[in-house]
């Protein structure tokens, strides 16, 4: 079969193993409930509502891939998703790298999306996937900063730190997920990238470490990160909005 026949997949990673200590103690930070659900189902949800992604791997922790197996098990999701999961790492990079080496050979292009964006919608997946498959070895989707930011000299917590820059707001983005990627580029820089302490958390960067150009498209304000409390009761305000408009 040439390459021009041969059937392109698109599949989605979502890393899954880590504790959430932001949020406190208790659950993994994935396994928290929003609307009665555990994040972690919110997001492969969100992914699996993609036509064109064929595939999610979840990346357990360690030690619990067979409970989040049965969790998965426990809720509806569409059937025309297949959905593997896998044991991850220490760190999110060694977790995102054992949901890489799961793919089978027919995928081609992958996403990585955090289990903590539980409501990025489905346009934003789409437009991710659709610049990828436009020939963008690496897609992150962003969004403009509403705040000035300042570089400082960091100090000690609590105390008053030296502002040595201010970026020109203009040129900056926030970052979101899905990220997405030419396979090949990603497993390369995963490959060369070796990244100290927690290991990376944003896989664009690694791939432009590599000198690969990496573009943005427009993310959502939907798309946020439940990383504190705070989070927590704003993605429950949009859960609720979307539940009574027949959105979700």
């Known amino acids: ?14 890393p899954a ?3 959430g200590v932001r949020l406190g103690p208790g659950a993994p930070k994935a396994l928290r409930t929003l609307g009665g659900i555990p994040m972690l189902i919110h997001a492969v949800r969100a992914m699996a509502r993609s ?11 360690p030690d619990g891939a067979a409970e989040v197996r049965r969790l998965l098990d426990e809720h509806a999701l569409p059937e025309r998703t297949e959905i593997l999961v ?3 790492g220490e760190t999110r990079q060694e977790s995102v790298r054992a949901g890489l080496e799961a793919l089978p050979a027919d995928v081609d292009a992958v996403l990585i999306h955090d289990a ?42 609590g105390e008053p730190e030296p ?7 203009a040129r900056l983005r926030a970052v979101q997920t899905p990220q997405g990627f030419d396979l090949a580029t990603l497993l390369r820089a995963h490959e060369k990238i070796a990244v100290d302490g927690e290991g990376a958390t944003d896989d664009a960067g690694m791939v432009e470490q590599l000198g690969v150009t990496v573009v943005v498209v427009p ?4 798309a946020f ?24």
């Open 17 to 19: 193993a880590g504790r």
């Open 51 to 61: 036509r064109a992604v064929s595939l999610v791997v979840v990346v357990a922790p």
């Open 86 to 88: 896998v044991p991850g």
């Open 163 to 169: 502002v040595v820059a201010t970026p020109v707001r």
């Open 1 to 14: 079969m040439s390459d021009e026949s041969r059937p392109h997949r698109t599949a989605a990673v979502i």
């Open 219 to 222: 993310g959502h304000e939907e």
């Open 116 to 157: 903590a964006r539980p409501l990025v919608p489905v346009d934003t997946v789409d437009s991710v996937v659709e610049a990828v498959r436009g020939g963008a070895p690496a897609v992150v989707p962003a969004l403009p900063l509403a705040d000035t930011v300042k570089e400082v000299e960091p100090g000690v917590p």
């Open 225 to 248: 990160k439940v990383t504190r409390p705070l989070d927590l009761v704003l993605a429950e305000a949009v859960l609720a909005r979307r539940r009574a408009t027949d959105v979700y």
